[in-house]
């Protein structure tokens, strides 16, 4: 799957078939292309999209949302399982990457990032340091993917760059406010783009109440009351 928006023609050819040298193509800014794979399971309905992976050196796992701080893992434990740690490997301080895979793609819910390649302007996680060099072709997503019905952005900087893209693909919107929804079409489909807060601890909102409204997602995706944007 190609999941990128192409910036053009040379930075291509730099990265597509020679990643490890991708380096050379930027005049030494050190951009950082995606390390992971899309995780897009059969029949995709939820798509989780956050803004780009941390340095590796803070991973605790290959997989998304790998950073042991991050709560993602911890919300969707609360809201499925009643248990903050129903993904977690306390003893070890990991997260339990089969588990949490094998959960995905039972509830349908596929996850990568709104950025495919970036330029970090400091040595941190930090959104705002963030430079989008390629942004993820959201629209092209959204057509390989025909059973989609909700993308969730994690965060202020995936909404940002997600919304620019579905702009630039002439689906321009509003952003939803945190913990609601906005909705859109693509090709006579409904969607929704949900702005959810961010899962990490920097956010400063409890890990019970982010689970709440996490929790929406997936009470909307059971009304019978849908908006219908493209009649």
Known sequence: MNASAQTGADIGECYDNAPDNASRCFNNMNPE???????????TKYLFLGS???KRERWCMEFYYPNFQNDMWRIFGVILFGDKNHFVNTAEKRFERKAI??????RRIGVYDAARVVIR???NAAD?????VEATDIVGIIREL???ESI???GQKALDTIIEQLAKGGIPISPPAVGSYTAFCVDGRDLRLYRMPSSSRAYPLALEKKADIYK???LFSHCSDRVQCCQ
């Open 33 to 43: 292309i995606h390390p992971l794979q899309p995780f897009f399971p059969a029949g």
């Open 52 to 54: 780009f992976p941390p």
């Open 101 to 106: 895979e094998a959960f995905l793609a039972e």
């Open 121 to 123: 302007h400091s040595d």
């Open 128 to 132: 705002k340091d963030l430079e989008v």
């Open 146 to 148: 025909p059973e989609l």
């Open 152 to 154: 969730v952005a994690t």
């Open 216 to 218: 929406q997602i997936f």
